[in-house]
């Protein structure tokens, strides 16, 4: 049985249409908020540390629950990117590692 690829849903349209506006309202929420109140260093240094815990708090989980091979490519992209402050080279040393454990598993 083939399945449709391009099967038209205007439930998932609306989906991706609502999450695109939710996303641009916080997104513009934000910056019209800072417009108006200027933040203490405090929770300038506070927000400054955000993005990266919230990449880490996505990324753990699902590396840890991929096994090796997420694992493996992972290591590999930290390890590209500390030798070369490259974050290129660093996601093409995480993508073929993990290939690599794929292909030889």
Same mark, same amino acid.
Do not use: E
């Given at each position: 049985?083939?399945?449709?690829?391009?099967?038209?849903? !205007?439930?998932?349209?609306?989906? /991706?249409?609502?999450?695109?506006?939710?996303?641009? =309202?916080?997104?513009? %929420?934000?910056?019209? @908020?800072?417009?108006? $109140? +200027? !933040?203490?260093?405090?929770?300038?240094?506070?927000?400054?540390? $955000? !993005?990266? +815990?919230?990449?880490? *708090?996505?990324? /753990? !989980?699902?590396?840890?629950?991929?096994?090796?091979?997420?694992?493996? %490519?992972?290591?590999?992209?930290? &390890?590209?990117? $500390? &030798?070369?402050?490259? $974050? *290129?080279?660093? /996601?093409? =040393?995480?993508?073929?590692? &993990?290939? &690599?454990?794929? @292909?030889?598993?």
């Amino acid at each position: 049985m083939t399945q449709d690829l391009w099967h038209f849903d !205007p439930d998932n349209l609306a989906a /991706i249409v609502l999450m695109a506006l939710a996303t641009f =309202a916080c997104r513009a %929420g934000g910056y019209v @908020l800072f417009r108006q $109140i +200027t !933040p203490s260093p405090l929770i300038r240094a506070i927000l400054s540390y $955000i !993005p990266g +815990t919230l990449f880490v *708090s996505f990324v /753990i !989980p699902a590396m840890l629950k991929g096994g090796l091979q997420s694992m493996v %490519g992972a290591a590999a992209t930290v &390890a590209a990117m $500390i &030798a070369t402050r490259n $974050i *290129s080279a660093g /996601i093409g =040393a995480g993508v073929l590692a &993990a290939w &690599a454990v794929y @292909l030889f598993k």
